[in-house]
């Protein structure tokens, strides 16, 4: 893009802001404490997932409880089946809140997400069926940064969704160590209730502090604008995958490497109380040890790396650090060892981030939000399969217990593995499909042009795409690589 093309831009911009400023101060935007700001996204996702942070001890023992015989599978299911259903309703809760305001789909999303909580302790098995179909609506992310979008300029928007990113990872640095200490001194009962009262007052407070912040005035409704199939299509950016090469290599190193990066979230924090037999209080001494080492890495060792070694070899790092972190957990038997390897997980943690700075350079401006849609939907497609496949792993290869821990076991000697043949080959299937986006990444350019035919997109996204953003219509809709861009 010329230099004139850049000003333009530049200047349309700060005139849609304006026009926006305006609206709301006529009176456009419905009631709450000041005016829209990132502040109020930053508290909205906090309290949420500090909630969901204090019950992730609590969480381990019903799970286990409630399946004692397929707990990874039916772990694997549970999140597998939430991963696809927030796959599938994120482009169209995305488009809803176009037409119908932010506010409202935040308090939908959130309430639907916490839902679930206070039935751990009225009925596991609902609890557990609640959490599945709440996928449909727990794409809070989405309308957050969708909402972010709507009152930053372009040139903000990075740092803007790195506060909210760096705002998720801190409210699971402490509530993992806050919910496992109440429990153990009051009662699982305790931090269920006190879960509870901090999403009631998440959606308290989005009903009587957050503005809105698309104001009605600027919303395509007014302008009698429907929504279309293609908008809410969650597969609509896959299919435009293999218009360009380049951007194929890429997508297909984010699907390598991510679908075991989601398969561990989703079961490596059960895998270390049930079989490495951490107690709870070790669990979230881990989870908060590792949250600090991936901030630091994601900011100060990534911008370091980023500098010295290039884009692409930084990605090639993070997927070398992935590989060795798996291994580790693949083989490992000892918990020192699970101490180890999460130091070696937080420095993996730059290659989402690299990939996204990598596709954002190379990138023409006004396929940006093209690309970026394509790899935030696989992403999502990650998040259902990841976590299936690695509770059915542990399933054929019989990881089972027989016996919850016990809060003092510092080691597994006193469980069985069932004949497994290692403590935990799903890991090693993700070293062995990282090692493959490895192989992929290596004909990744560092410097290139991505050039992928946005015609039918603009077609069907010209008349919906957000005000703020014209030249790529996408971008308000899948704006970054959500949780991983700090």
Known sequence: MTQGGKKKKRAVNRSIMLAKKI????????????????????????????????????????????????????????QGVKGLLSFLSAPLIGALSDVWGRKSFLLLTVFFTCAPIPLMKISPWWYFAVISVSGVFAVTFSVVFAYVADIT?????????????????????TSPAIGAYLGRVYGDSLVVVLATAIALLDICFILVAVPESLPEKM?????????????????ASLKKVGQ?????????????????????????FLYLRQIMGFSSESVA??????????????TIV?????????????????????ILQLAWYGFGSEPWMMWAAGAVAAMSSITFPAVSALVSRTADADQQGVVQGMITGIRGLCN???????????????????????????????????????????????????????????????????????????????????????????????????????
């Open 23 to 78: 609206i709301i101060k006529d009176g456009g935007t419905p009631q709450g404490i000041g005016s829209p700001s990132v502040y109020h996204a930053v508290i909205v996702i906090f309290l949420e997932f500090f909630a969901w942070g204090l019950l992730t001890a609590p969480t381990l023992v019903v799970l286990h409880e409630t399946f004692p015989k397929h707990t990874f599978l039916m772990n694997g299911l549970i």
């Open 219 to 235: 919303r395509p409704a007014s302008w009698g604008a429907p929504i279309s199939w293609e908008q809410a299509d969650p597969f």
């Open 153 to 173: 300029q372009e040139h903000e928007r990075s740092m803007a969704y790195g506060l909210v990113s760096a705002t998720f990872a801190a409210s699971l640095v």
């Open 384 to 486: 259902g399969l990841g976590p299936a496949l690695y509770g059915f792993i542990f399933y054929i290869f019989h990881v089972e217990l027989n016996e919850l821990p016990m809060p003092e076991t510092s080691s597994g000697g006193s469980f069985s593995f069932q004949n497994s043949i290692i403590p935990g080959p799903p890991f090693l299937f993700g070293a062995c499909s990282v090692l493959l986006a490895l192989l992929v990444a290596l004909f990744i350019p560092e410097h290139t042009n991505l050039t992928v035919r946005s015609g039918s997109w603009k077609k069907h996204c010209g008349g919906h795409g957000h005000p703020h953003s014209p030249q790529a219509p996408g971008e308000a809709k899948e704006p970054l690589l959500q949780d991983t861009n700090v």
């Open 285 to 298: 001494a881990f989870i908060a040890v590792l949250g600090i080492l991936s901030i630091i890495a994601q």
């Open 244 to 268: 360009d090469s380049i951007v194929l290599l890429i997508c297909i190193t984010v699907f390598l490497s991510y679908l075991p990066e989601a398969g561990q979230y989703s079961s490596f």
């Open 302 to 322: 990534l911008s370091l790396l980023m500098r010295s070694i290039g884009n692409k070899n930084t990605i090639l790092l993070g997927l070398g650090f992935q």
